[in-house]
């Protein structure tokens, strides 16, 4: 081989040996168990949760008009379980301010029945709510907010409040 010829093979057979070293740690980011890909948390709005067969998606704790000191927490429950659940209470956990009561349609004694493989909709585009008085939070704020459930029992969730403007506006407590 000539010279140029070899010095061209050296340089193009370093820089595929130094690309194919840099596939492994540069795609190690997403790779076990606690990787950062797989231990992210939800980033805010719309906290997700599990219990039992209830799955909870999109807990979102929406402020109620100036001043009023009210809110209104929407998600969807999902039942994907053969036997029926009630949703039997909600409670602020953190601060230990704000009372919780569900209400509305489909409501029964202050509780909320979930059918066997069912899903209903709280607070958005629905007539059940679970509605807060006496609130005390500033938006953006997290708290925690526990739902008890007659059969899946009970579970604790981080939500955020937010403004009722964009995609919550128009949602007030009932």
Known sequence: MPRTTRHVFRRTAAAVAVAALAVVPLSACAIGFEAATTTQR???NGANADIGSIQM???TLVDG???SRTGTVV???VNAGDEA???TSVRMVQPPNGTATIVGAGTAGG???LPRSSRVLVGYDSDVHVDISDLSLTPTQFTEIEFTFQRAGRVTVPV???LPTGIYAG????
């Not at 949602?171 to 009932?174: E, H, K, Q």
């Open 111 to 113: 509780t909320l029945p």
């Open 171 to 174: 949602i007030t407590p009932l």
């Open 160 to 162: 955020m409040s937010v």
């Open 85 to 87: 659940d009630t949703l």
């Open 75 to 77: 998600m969807a429950l």
């Open 65 to 67: 008009p100036d001043g």
């Open 57 to 59: 998606r999109g807990i």
């Open 42 to 44: 939800p980033s805010g």
